[in-house]
């Protein structure tokens, strides 16, 4: 693991139990899946890239637009499946045909660390459910 992974996974570690909020980026006040992701950049980096604009629960689908991934394409380094790290940014999407509309940080081989809705930031396991949903592996910029 690089020591940029191990400072991602460390910050994303100090987000857990961060209550679930829509679109918010605050640790332990509130933060949603990209919430999660722009507070570690935040802590990494300073400014976030780009600011998201407002966003619906169901933006994904109504929009048509695979913006996650777009974005982060934009800003990440893709990483093959084969060579993921703890500390990688996992995309999630619910069906083939849909657009990602969910993220998380790869923890180890078993788990990854995410804002669940209608809870909190929290270590998962990452059961075949969610591995057969991982739409794209990213890691995030060498400091």
Known sequence: MSATGEKVLALAEGWIGTPYRHQASLKGVGCDCLGLIRGIWRELYGD?????????RDWAERSGEDRLMAAAIRHFQPV???SA???DMLLFRWRADYAAKHVGILADA???IHAYETAQVLRSALVPAWRRRIAGIFRFPER
């Open 48 to 56: 976030e890239p780009e600011l998201p604009p407002p966003y619906a």
């Open 80 to 82: 093959e499946a084969a």
């Open 85 to 87: 790290q703890p500390g």
């Open 110 to 112: 078993d788990h990854f």
